[in-house]
């Protein structure tokens, strides 16, 4: 057996690596694995849906290995660790362009205070470390000479009032929780005075469209509640079932998934939206 190399880290040297203004979270795997296990993927999530309320600066992410295994293996598989934390993120509405680590670092052996079993110190290094910063708090901008307000946004239910055929109208303050088909509390009120107006202009035909955040290449993200990568439909599903339990008539809507076909280039919590389509009236 070749020689363990045993790196001893000290607490004060831990809290100037990682700051405590910094969230972190280890994922731990098994001999050999980088698939990310149930048990494990379950507590990255609720990690994950901790994060929604954060502004964040940037993610890094470690992978790591035990003592076993060639030099060149353990880059390798610690790499593989560290891609698979990164897929989860995507997978859950984290935005990648925040994600500016992703770094295998091969092996390491700790040795960890009153523990002696070399099998659970092993344990506690197949893993992957998450860094999340935070952005630091903007400072108040200084006083500056009015101007004259800008024209007032027309709001939801007077674009629906107004609409015509082509018109796509969206839901702006319809905010859905991180990886969930559900709205915010906050987005009941408004959602019920939306279905109202739809109720009341009974001559439009629309298609919800439903849109998500973060993932790549116009892929679709995971429903955390049934595990299906069909988020943006099953947003789109949710409000069409919403606005059918208000009266709306299902012959005058259709719901569609979008995938992260059009993003809007903002905030990514505003992609995490729904918008609808005016295919055409009753007078087309």
Known sequence: MKKLL????????????????????????????????????????????????????????????????????????????????????????????????????????????????????????????????????????KPIAKTPPEPKEKDVVTLINEGSKGDKITFKNILFKTGYATVTPASKKVLNEIAQALVEREDIYFTIQGHVCCTQFTRDAVDRKTKKQNLSEARAKYVYDYFVKKGVDKKRMRHLGMRRKFPLGGDPKLDRRVEILITHTKDD
């Open 6 to 141: 045993v790196l001893i880290i000290i607490t004060l040297q831990c809290a100037l690596v990682f700051p405590q203004e910094q969230l972190t979270h280890e994922v731990y795997f098994e001999t050999d694995e980088y698939d990310v296990p149930n048990t494990e993927e379950n507590r990255l999530l609720l990690f994950i849906s901790q994060l929604a309320d954060i502004d964040i600066e940037s993610i890094s992410i470690y992978g790591f290995c035990d003592d076993r295994g060639a030099d060149s293996y353990n880059l390798r598989l610690s790499q593989q660790r560290a891609d698979a934390i990164k897929a989860v993120f995507s997978k859950n509405e984290i935005s990648e362009s925040l994600i500016n680590n992703v770094d295998g670092k091969g092996e390491i052996l700790l040795i960890i205070v009153e523990e002696k079993d070399l099998l659970k110190i092993r344990g506690l290094n197949r893993k992957a470390e998450i860094i999340v910063k935070p952005k630091k708090p903007k400072e108040q901008p």
